[in-house]
């Protein structure tokens, strides 16, 4: 069989080089097209060498892993891994999906060359597949997130403050990670509405008063739950959160105690859906004090 090293090295670098960009696409990280041509390269080039000399599963984890290495030269091991992870993903995925085409047609072949297995694609079928091995990998991702259902995203959480209480629908937010700089706690931010039922009129109302340093009305009760939340948001790098630390809270029939409340000024919904936003590491919290509880019943 003839192998024309051009041809297998063009082929090969169009078919890296779009799997190394989906995979940043996928993964959400920003690489120049200079590091994924230059990635596609070097993939190309192991291709020809192949032919040549015979490889081995462990040259291609190599391979694989300095691919991945030059689009993304992370130090964080956690998201390397989850980026070489995505893109055996996208590679079994288009190939598989070429394979198929190409046996539905009978459209590929089987030679050896110099003991090296070749699987002959034409340019088209492998072009088709993996144009369907992208689209099949999208609908997944799509269908996926359909199975987030509103039970997911929405929860109803009671708020002890004092001897009072009240319930708020909340919004998980996965960017909510506002934290007590003190104690290090999950802080929820809730509507100043919301907390009506729960927190006296007058701190609601002085809220600018009370950042300020001032005490008007009467909070003295309040004094020592009343804390300061630091934050940063877009256009606002500096800014401070009145928050009140509750007795509890619950969610999902769970108890977590001295939650700090935010009070936030304005509403998160021009239609009202929900008025609070609660962080995931609170509810992992939740799950861990679930689980403890769970384990000292036994």
Do not use: W
């Amino acid at each position: 069989m003839i192998v024309y090293a051009d041809i297998v090295f063009i082929e090969n670098l169009i078919i890296n080089y779009v799997i190394l960009y989906v995979t940043t696409l996928l993964k959400k990280i920003k690489v120049s097209y200079f590091r994924i041509l230059l990635s596609a390269i070097c993939g190309s080039v192991y291709a020809i060498v192949s032919i040549i000399v015979s490889d081995n599963i462990i040259s291609k984890i190599i391979l694989s892993i300095v691919m991945i290495f030059i689009i993304y030269p992370t130090k964080d091991i956690r998201k390397f891994l989850e980026t070489l992870a995505i893109f055996y993903l996208v590679s079994i995925t288009t190939g598989g999906a070429s394979i198929a085409i190409s046996y539905l047609v009978n459209g590929y072949k089987i030679n050896t060359v110099n003991g090296a297995t070749i699987v002959d694609f034409p340019i088209l079928f492998s072009s088709i597949g993996l144009i369907l091995g992208i689209i099949l990998i999208k609908i997944t991702i799509n269908n996926v997130k359909s199975k987030i259902t509103q039970k997911n995203i929405f929860y109803d959480i009671e708020v002890f403050i004092g001897n009072k209480r009240t319930k708020i629908k909340a919004l998980l937010d996965t960017g909510n990670m506002l934290k007590d700089p003190i104690s290090q706690k999950p802080v929820i931010v809730a509507t100043k509405r919301s907390l009506k039922n729960v927190i006296p009129q007058e701190i609601l109302e002085d809220i600018k008063n009370i950042l300020g340093g001032d005490r008007l009305g009467d909070i003295k009760p309040f004094e020592n739950r009343i804390k300061v939340i630091p934050f940063k948001s877009l256009g606002n790098e500096h800014g401070m959160l009145i928050g009140i630390k509750s007795n509890k809270i619950i969610v999902d029939n769970n108890e977590i105690k001295d939650v700090i409340i935010g009070i936030y000024e304005k509403e998160f919904s021009r239609r009202k859906r929900y008025d609070a936003l609660i962080g995931i590491d609170l509810l992992y919290e939740e799950e861990c004090n679930y689980e403890f509880n769970r384990k000292i019943k036994k």
